[in-house]
């Protein structure tokens, strides 16, 4: 399987994909549920364009599904509902009149499993979401996004010479580099990333938090970590997420990391991010 090297069918409509700036994400009031089981309450918070924005906390406190609200990937289970606006520079993502595909190819996603097509080229991975679009690239487009993006994602001068090698073979955490190259191809303005070192070794780990720390200037990041080394050595600015015996998930202080690391002002997040619970 190797369509980026077949001809191509039908016209290339686009030289290459516009360039376009990191954009601020702002949540306003999130409140979310699974059947009637409210598992945030309504969380506010700004992502600042071309920041990287650390979400902390214990397990079960909210944190992926409030990644998820943030380009609608909640809509995928069925039982979610949610309440509040998400905000990408002042556009309302949740508006009835926008498509969700847009929203999501604006505001890409990166998992903690890295997930390539494992059968499909490294190269066609990387250009796998541009069908999504409805952009149609020519042949040279194509090779120059693959570079572009794979450059970006710290993985080109590995794969330059085996593009047509499955995505399947690489290691772990060039699988991962290749998802960031694949979510990057889209030019997305938002990337947002769950836990997506957490099933990598440390050296792997190292490589993708200086991607991260080199993305920011293309692409607004929201992390999800539970490593705070990582939050302090990535994140620009933290927020700290806890649920309360059997209340749902709230945030309990966001800030400048360092700040946060510092001069935590409430006692359960110098608690947490000291490592007490
Ligand atoms: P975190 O990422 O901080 O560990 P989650 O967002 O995964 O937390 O989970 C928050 C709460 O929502 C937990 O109580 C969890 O059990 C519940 N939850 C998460 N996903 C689902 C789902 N698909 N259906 C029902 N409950 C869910
Ligand atoms: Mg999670």
Not at 241 to 247: H, P, Q, R, V, Y
């Amino acid at each position: 399987f190797d369509s980026w090297f077949a001809p191509d069918t039908g016209a290339a409509t686009t030289e290459s994909i516009p360039t376009i700036a990191p954009a601020t994400l702002d949540a306003r009031e999130i409140s979310a549920w699974f059947g009637d089981h409210k598992v945030l309450d309504r969380v506010s918070l700004t992502m600042p364009a071309g920041r990287v924005t650390a979400l902390i906390g214990p397990s079960g406190c909210g944190k992926s599904t409030f990644l998820r609200t943030l380009n609608r990937m909640h809509e995928l289970v069925p039982s979610a509902s949610l309440a509040g606006e998400v905000l990408l520079d002042d556009v309302d993502i949740y508006d009835a009149s926008r498509r969700i595909t847009e929203a999501r190819r604006q505001i890409g996603m990166v998992f903690q499993k890295p997930n390539p097509f494992p059968a499909m080229s490294i190269a066609d991975n990387v250009l796998a979401g541009l069908a999504l679009t409805g952009i149609k690239l020519d042949k040279g487009a194509k090779t120059d996004l693959v570079e572009e993006t794979l450059t970006k994602a710290g993985l080109w001068n590995e794969v330059k010479d085996r593009l047509r090698q499955a995505g399947g073979g690489l290691s772990g955490g060039q699988q991962q580099r290749l998802c960031i190259a694949r979510s990057l191809a889209v030019r997305p303005r938002v990337l947002l990333m769950d836990e997506p070192c957490s099933a990598l070794d440390p050296t792997s780990t190292r490589r993708i938090e200086q991607t991260i720390t080199e993305l920011a200037q293309d692409v607004t990041v929201v992390i999800v970590t539970h490593n705070m080394q990582q939050a302090q050595r990535v994140s620009d600015r933290c927020a700290f997420f806890l649920a309360e015996a059997g209340t749902p998930g709230a945030i309990v202080e966001h800030g400048p990391t360092e700040a946060m690391f510092g001069s935590p002002q409430d006692a359960r997040t110098a608690d947490y991010v000291n490592g007490r619970f």
